[in-house]
């Protein structure tokens, strides 16, 4: 096994000068874009704790929050750093993820070159990591911090665990683990690493024949410990969200089909990246000869490994990693709503990278005659790689331009229709409208679709459309306690004050604690006149001191006929709302009742 030199050192750095320098070359544009509105909301721009930087509630909030239908509290430090250092500049934010790229880019060289001593192909490996397609979404989308943190510390677990098997000893195993233990907080993907740390033992590092798989096993099992916590603490942050589908909306049947195609296609995308976007739809179904053949292509490739495993030992480690890594994210336990997503090769690009590098080198050493013939084939196909990455980029330069490259590039896209057109209401209201009517129409069970219509035409003025799009709303997911507060405040604003109060009731059964809505609810019947049924309500919101609320007590007082006591509340409300003609007008009467009852003979 390869031992670390001065001298290797000191032929390694101008490599990783070359790396980071081609990688920030290549990736510079990305200082000029803005943060898209999908994810990068909830990530970065919208959330008020990661935006104060790293403090001790934003820690604690790290560690706690299923936000984003994730636990990953590493993630979430590496963005408030971030947001610590840079404020809320979207360029900044897009370098930092450059850095990260390019760093994990170097320690791919560094990790490869450690642990087989060989120069060519670890720096071929790097070179293909840092320029492939697919990794664009990765480093332009803030929203994915996750996957370059993760990786970070894979790689960093990887070297530990070289180091670890030439020099054994527990406190290495003890670094090995606090490594992982880091990425599986920043990413959960890293569940199956204790499986690849298995396939490193076979090639390059040659452990299964001196010490056995029993004993390989055995020593890994606090790394499979630590995946088995993460991966149900990932299930119960995920079902708590509803980012889990259930077995209605994504049969297994279709799951496991989905997931051979997408497999393949993963492959197909790594060799001819074309059809590269931020959500390829779920298919509504998929050919029984597609799924059928897709299979057949998985099992071969399996068997090919195993058959490979002495002679391309290699490719079978590539097909390994390929295949253990993809599958925590193929689609068996369905989250989310797309059929496969580019980021997600990530991780099992790397496998495929060293695989086919490591052969190339040993025929490259075999075979001189082809040595040239190898090296052109690289090269090419790096800067054919580098070239559509470059060209990618562009499509990341906002929110606009991401949604109508995946629209161009995809069939019936209706997630990403309704993002373009919730985008496109602020400057074309109409065409907002339209397209969010457009992604109804392919999928009329879109989560925020008809809640989100009715905003939006609500906003345009026409509250019966927006009506309709409510009710639609409440109909189909009759838990989402917006559409209910909306289609009360819809009733509210028509005069239907007993549908009103209906909606608002429902809004605050799903969320009680919601002082806004009980405000409303008040109002709504206090409009129908049940001052003794909400006098207790009144004067509990009163008591904080909201001058609504008081001027809704007051409102009630008057009611029921306390003029004296409606008097002091409706003045005070009166000074401190804006549009207060109603209350100085009932006021006037609370004092001309009270002065008529005192006049009264006793």
């Known amino acids: 096994m390869p031992r670390r030199t001065m001298s290797g050192s000191m032929r390694s750095a101008p490599v990783l000068i070359a790396i980071a320098t081609v990688t920030f070359a290549v990736y510079a544009r990305v200082g000029g874009h803005a943060f898209v509105n999908f994810d990068s909301n909830v990530y970065v721009y919208e959330n008020p704790i990661v935006q104060r930087g790293i403090t001790l509630d934003g820690i604690a909030w790290a560690f706690t929050t299923f936000t984003a239908a994730n636990w990953h509290p590493i993630t979430w430090l590496s963005i408030m750093l971030d947001c610590q250092l840079f404020g809320s500049d979207p360029g900044a934010h897009h370098l930092s993820s450059v850095a990260y790229h390019a760093l994990n880019a170097g320690l791919v060289f560094v990790w490869l070159r450690r642990t087989t001593g060989r120069c060519w192909p670890a720096t071929v490996c790097a070179f293909w990591f840092a320029l492939h397609p697919q990794h664009v979404e990765n480093v332009a989308w803030a929203a994915q911090r996750k996957d370059l943190v993760s990786t970070t510390f894979l790689l960093l677990t990887c070297i530990a665990y070289t180091r670890y098997a030439q020099h054994g000893s527990r406190r290495r195993m003890a670094l090995v683990a606090t490594y992982l233990a880091l990425g599986l907080m920043a990413k959960p993907m890293l569940v199956s690493v204790p499986i690849l740390l298995l396939a490193l033992d076979v090639w390059p590092l040659a452990r299964l024949t001196e010490f056995g798989g029993r004993r390989l096993v055995v020593e890994k099992l606090p790394l499979f410990g630590l995946a088995a916590a993460t991966g149900v603490m990932t299930l119960v942050a995920q079902s708590s969200q509803g980012a889990v589908g259930d077995l209605a909306s994504f049969g297994l049947g279709m799951r496991l089909a989905n997931a051979s195609v997408a497999t393949v296609g993963y492959l197909l995308q790594t060799i001819w990246p074309a059809g590269l976007c931020v959500f390829h739809p779920y298919p509504e179904s998929i050919p029984a000869w597609k799924w059928c053949g897709s299979v057949a292509v998985i099992m071969a490739l399996a068997y090919w490994a195993w058959r490979a495993r002495r002679n391309a030992p290699s490719l079978a480690f590539g097909a390994t990693w390929f295949l253990v890594s993809i599958l925590p994210v193929i689609g068996i336990v369905q989250v989310g709503r797309q059929a496969m997503a580019d980021r997600y090769m990530y991780l099992p690009h790397i496998g495929l990278f060293v695989g086919v590098a490591f052969a190339l080198a040993t025929r490259r050493t075999q075979h001189p005659r082809a040595r040239s013939w190898i090296d052109v084939g690289v090269t090419l196909t790096t800067l054919a790689w580098a070239s559509v990455t ?56 879109h989560p925020l679709g008809h809640y989100t219509l009715g905003v939006m035409l609500n906003a345009l003025g026409r509250a019966d459309e927006a009506r309709a799009a409510f009710l639609e709303a409440t109909r189909r997911w009759p838990r989402q306690f917006d559409a209910w507060a909306n289609l009360a405040a819809n009733h509210f604003a028509a005069g239907d004050l007993e549908a009103a109060e209906r909606a608002f009731a429902r809004a605050l059964e799903l969320r009680p604690g919601d002082r806004q809505t009980r405000t409303n609810l008040v109002a709504t019947r206090l409009r129908l006149g049940r001052f003794a049924e909400i006098l207790a309500d009144c004067e509990e919101l009163a008591a904080h001191g909201d001058a609504q609320d008081r001027a809704n007590l007051g409102h009630c007082l008057f ?24 209350l100085r007008d009932l006021t006037r009467q609370a004092r001309e009742r009270a002065g008529e009852r005192a006049g009264e003979p006793r």
């Open 390 to 445: 470059f060209a990618q980029i562009d499509s990341w330069r906002d929110s606009g331009s991401l949604y109508r490259r995946a629209i161009d590039v995809t069939e019936r896209n209706a997630p990403m229709t309704f993002n373009l057109g919730i985008t496109a209401f602020s400057s074309d209201p109409e065409r907002g409208v339209e397209l969010v009517q457009q992604a109804l129409r392919w999928d009329p069970d």
């Open 559 to 582: 009611g029921l006929g306390r003029f004296s006591e409606a008097i002091p509340l409706l003045e005070s409300a009166a000074r401190d709302l804006p549009d207060a003609d109603y």
